[in-house]
């Protein structure tokens, strides 16, 4: 019993974070958030399930993985909440920020990163700009898959900057952040 609870007091948490997709698997259905989202999303939910079955140097568990989806109906939805298919989705800086005002999903995200070791940003520049505007994440807690326009002012923040290739991830930085996560997990 004190090996599993050591285990688990150890064990990092990692929470990623991404936007809803417009191409949703069946919209008819009730559906995980995780499995509702498809095109671009997919490279995120790629992401989340290699973290999730990466093992350690010592067969365990590398970490524990949490995700989550910012929607333009929901706001906010974690990735194992059912929800259904909508028609309205985000694009521009007013949706974001309207449905920000409605939802609050920026201020519910940003308290929500609290308790994880390292939280995962993989979303679009206007949305990610509302969390630099808001400031209400810990220094060294973000790695962010952003556009260049940001790799600055996440340095300010001790935040993990990489560029955003692929349709949100990409091969690349996937690998890096395995890479980062498993360094973590090692502290």
């Not at 698997?25 to 079955?53: C, H, Q």
Request: charged residues 30%; hydrophobic residues 35%.
């Amino acid at each position: 019993m004190t090996q599993l609870y050591t285990d688990l007091h150890m064990t990092k948490r990692i929470l990623i974070v991404t936007n809803d997709s417009k191409v949703f698997k069946d919209k008819s259905k009730l559906l995980s958030a995780f499995e509702m989202f498809e095109g671009r999303a997919t490279e995120v939910k790629n992401l989340v399930a290699r973290l999730d079955t990466a093992k350690n140097d010592k067969g365990g568990k590398l970490c524990d993985v949490s995700y989550g989806v910012i929607t333009a109906r929901y706001g906010f939805v974690p990735g194992n909440y059912m929800i259904t298919g909508y028609d309205e989705t985000m694009d521009t800086r007013e949706e974001f920020m309207a449905v920000d005002k409605k939802k609050q999903f920026v201020e519910q995200v940003s308290y929500l990163t609290r308790p994880f070791d390292k939280v995962i940003f993989c979303m679009p520049k206007e949305m990610f700009r509302l969390f630099l505007e808001a400031d209400a994440i810990d220094d060294g807690k973000l790695i962010a898959v952003t556009n260049p326009e940001f790799q600055v002012e996440c340095g300010r923040r001790n935040w993990i900057y990489l560029e955003r290739k692929g349709a949100r991830v990409g091969n690349e930085n996937a690998d890096r952040i395995e890479e980062i996560i498993r360094d973590l997990c090692k502290q």
